[in-house]
C-alpha cells in the first residue's frame, strides 16, 4: 500500500501541472526576438507557407511557449519548450 501511495503522489503532482499550462490564462504575448534561438528556429521553421499570428510564453522560467500558426483557413497551435523541441500541437480546421 504504501508503494501504490508514493507512486501516486507524484503522478497527480505532475497531471496538475500539466493541466494548469493547458488551461494557463495568464500567459504573457512576446516577439519573436524574445525567444530562445531554438523556439525561434523551431517555429521559423514551422510557419514556413503561413504567418506567426501570436506567441504567447506560457512559463515564467521562460521554458514552454505557445505559437499561434495560421496557413489558410488552419490554424496550428504549436507548443515549444526552450531547447526548441516540440511537445504538443493542436491543429483547427
Known amino acids: ?3 501504490r ?3 501516486l503522489i507524484p503522478a497527480a503532482i ?4 500539466v493541466s494548469s499550462l493547458a488551461f494557463a490564462d495568464d500567459s504573457e504575448t512576446v ?3 524574445q525567444l530562445p ?3 525561434r528556429e523551431t517555429i521559423q521553421s514551422r510557419a514556413q507557407g503561413g504567418k506567426v499570428e501570436e506567441i ?5 522560467d521562460n521554458r514552454l511557449f505557445k505559437a499561434e ?6 490554424k ?3 507548443y515549444v519548450d526552450s531547447s526548441g523541441k516540440v511537445v504538443g500541437e493542436h491543429v483547427k480546421k
Open 1 to 3: 500500500m504504501k508503494i
Open 5 to 7: 501511495a508514493a507512486m
Open 14 to 17: 505532475a497531471l496538475g501541472s
Open 31 to 33: 516577439k519573436m526576438e
Open 37 to 39: 534561438a531554438a523556439t
Open 56 to 60: 504567447a510564453k506560457l512559463s515564467d
Open 69 to 74: 500558426i495560421k496557413k489558410g483557413d488552419i
Open 76 to 78: 496550428d497551435y504549436l
